[in-house]
């Protein structure tokens, strides 16, 4: 989830470091200061100093599940059969809409100047990516974590949902701006009405992991991305959204997708 007011506010590598919900401003300015050593051309996220020690190998291994399945060539195949239902999703106003297949492609190459930024991660009231006190950071729920503990494949994959649409707020243009937005904020285009990249990419990781895990084939990713994806409402900021609701709705192995 990303925040803004008037500027823009934010929203694999795994470390174990030593050290979207409530509302949080996020600092465009800490952003654009990132130093060259603090940017990767693949997502680099660590388990943050204040994680508890009983939980940072589960997390390490949940935030290590999810870049690498924002690398894996399956999602780029997943995204190209997205086209038919989403032919192009809302980036920033820079990138405007490009095709899922466009948009995966610039996050598995990025173009020069183009990078993910170093990003630890805690806990925190929900998900959330950005600058606090000029400390930058992803905070992700404690739900998160219990779903990527559960027997269930399909509430297991929401929290790779959770972190990977989060680690798109991670990638930065050369300028230092977020190349994915939330949309409908306040400085900013009336254009984002339509579906939200940032969105799509969760539950395209999401959908390609269960595909990984045999839980669905292949060829189902497109009927689940949208069963995970929540259509903006009429309004001018409406945004699409994660339908977390629905992560326990397939326990008893029924097809994961809309009746």
Known sequence: MVKTGRRLLTGAVILLAAGCSAPDTGDLKSARQAKAGDRSNRPALSVGGSVPEADREALAQLLAA????????????????LEARYPAIFLNDSFGYKAPSAVVGMLQKPAQ?????????????GAITGSRNREWRMEIPRRALTQWQ???????????????HEVTHTFLEASGNMVFIDGGFEGYSSRRKGTTGSYVIGQLAQCTWLAGQGRIAASEIAAC???FYAMPGPMPWSRGKFAVGRCDDFADGRPVRLP
């Open 113 to 125: 100047g183009m990078a993910f930024r170093q990003t630890p991660v805690r806990f925190g009231d």
């Open 225 to 227: 991305v949208p069963v």
């Open 66 to 81: 999810s870049t690498a399945v924002l690398a894996s060539p399956a999602l780029a195949s997943g995204a190209q059969s």
């Open 150 to 164: 559960s027997r269930d494949p399909v509430v297991r994959s929401c929290a790779i949902n959770t972190v990977a």
